[in-house]
């Protein structure tokens, strides 16, 4: 019997167990039915989350709206995430979260997420046909923030900007934005 003390034994693990996790401060996603718990996010995250949903939001249009995490995104029986940002278009945000890709994901790397970020979660994203995917690095003592934007070609995300520093990232899709990563932490 699961009680959910144990993770599913011998099975990947499916949305309805995920709802049925305890609340215990930690992020919980679902990727291909494996289980990605992360801590809590530093300072500098923080302060890139919340400068970049501002500048998003000023220049979102009146159809779309910007989302912050935790909310989730089922992108499969087997796959929901929780994207640091998100857009997508007013119509298809429910109460409980999005089903299927947003028209942009955001991740905003930590210590503790970079690999699932960059490679796991990407490719995830990709294959949910997820158009717009961008990785924000907000940097610290040792080197300076930045953003990388991909955009969804034939099934494959291509890099279409970056930016690192005081550099401006512009990007079209899936409206105009333009930010600098340093602003982001500053």
């Known amino acids: 019997m699961?009680?959910?003390t144990t993770l599913p034994r011998g099975r990947t693990m499916t949305r309805a167990d995920l709802e049925a996790l305890p609340d215990d401060g930690w992020r919980h996603e679902l990727v291909d039915g494996a289980l990605v718990m992360t801590p809590?996010?530093?300072w500098r995250h923080?302060?890139?989350?919340?400068r970049l949903l501002v500048a998003l939001d000023a220049a979102c249009p009146a159809d779309l709206r910007v989302v912050v995490a935790?909310?989730?995104v089922v992108l499969g029986p087997d796959t929901v995430v929780q994207p640091d940002l998100l857009v997508a278009p007013r119509s298809a945000i429910t109460d409980t979260g999005l089903d299927g890709p947003p028209l942009l994901a955001i991740e905003v790397l930590s210590p503790s997420t970079t690999h699932i970020d960059l490679g796991l979660k990407k490719a995830r994203y990709a294959a949910a046909g997820c158009p717009s995917y961008w990785?924000?690095?907000p940097g610290s003592t040792e080197h300076e923030p930045s953003i990388t934007a991909w955009q969804l070609e034939d099934g494959a995300y291509v890099e279409t900007a970056a930016a690192r520093g005081r550099e401006r990232l512009a990007v079209s899709q899936p409206y105009a934005v333009h930010v600098s990563p340093a602003d982001l932490v500053t």
Do not use: G, I, T
């Open 46 to 50: 923080q302060s890139a989350v919340v």
């Open 135 to 137: 990785v924000v690095d």
């Open 2 to 4: 699961n009680d959910m």
């Open 70 to 72: 935790p909310f989730s």
């Open 40 to 42: 809590a996010p530093q």
